[in-house]
């Protein structure tokens, strides 16, 4: 968990990092489009990281880009829930691997995260953007999202590292502690967010997080 690099750059586990145009996909949903289905690869023209962070930035100066990465493992609570209340309009689904994602093969697998299937949920809270998105995983094929029955995941047939993309007619809206989805057997989820430059998380790297818990917040500054 952190900030996001200017460069665009996030850390997957230390010392191993993935660039965050390659995970979220091209930008297209910060773009005048219809609803509606719609699929393709990523693209080969692609702005620089910096320039694609810029992109999703929606306020001003005084805000940055985060992310918060979350192993759930085969012991754990199988459902996620909203982390904050904010609206979802876009989802982007790409085929890929179905790779473990235990943290001790995250460390020698560079952008391990970008290369499994995935479910990305793009949207809005009252800091700008908002982006929650489910890794899936070995024995994880199946990833299910209580408010999108259109989502069908794990498969067969479909290219690696196409992109299945659509845009809700209506956006959907969460309250913190919704239940969001559910995994089949435990794997990851990755949140990616804009919030004020003193936002802070409430809890320290490799801590546990539990149902219910505050996850960040934003320090007041002091005026002299």
Same mark, same amino acid.
């Given at each position: 968990m952190g900030r996001?690099?200017?460069?665009?750059?996030?850390?997957?586990?230390?010392?191993?990092?993935?660039?965050?145009?390659?995970?979220?996909?091209?930008?297209?949903?910060?773009?005048?489009?219809?609803?509606?289905?719609?699929?393709s690869e990523p693209l080969c023209d692609k702005p620089s990281?910096?320039?694609?962070?810029?992109?999703?930035? +929606?306020?001003?100066?005084?805000?940055?880009? /985060?992310?918060?990465? #979350?192993?759930?493992?085969p012991g754990d609570y199988h459902r996620f829930h909203s982390p904050a209340d904010w609206q979802v309009n876009f989802r982007r689904h790409f085929a890929g691997e179905l790779l473990s994602v235990n943290p001790a093969v995250?460390?020698?697998?560079?952008?391990?995260f970008s290369l499994n299937e995935r479910a990305v949920y793009i949207g809005n809270w009252k800091h700008g953007f908002f982006s929650m998105t489910a890794v899936g995983a070995t024995n994880v094929g199946s990833i299910k999202m209580y408010h999108d029955q259109g989502l069908q995941t794990n498969v067969k047939g479909l290219? +690696?590292?196409?992109?299945?993309?659509?845009? /809700?007619?209506?956006? #959907?809206?969460?309250?913190?502690?919704?239940?969001?989805?559910?995994?089949?057997?435990?794997?990851?989820?990755v949140i990616i967010f804009e919030a004020p430059n003193e936002f802070r998380f409430t809890f320290e790297n490799n801590g546990c997080v539990k149902v219910g818990q505050g996850m960040f917040h934003r320090v007041q500054q002091i005026k002299p």
């Open positions: 996001v690099d200017c460069d665009g750059v996030i850390e997957q586990v230390k010392g191993v990092r993935y660039s965050l145009q390659t995970f979220l996909g091209p930008a297209t949903w910060t773009q005048s489009q219809s609803t509606g289905n719609s699929e990281n910096g320039e694609y962070c810029s992109r999703i930035l +929606k306020k001003d100066k005084n805000t940055s880009l /985060f992310y918060c990465v #979350i192993y759930l493992a995250a460390n020698w697998i560079g952008g391990l290219k +690696k590292n196409m992109y299945h993309d659509n845009s /809700f007619e209506q956006s #959907i809206t969460f309250n913190k502690g919704d239940s969001f989805g559910e995994f089949n057997f435990g794997s990851t989820i």
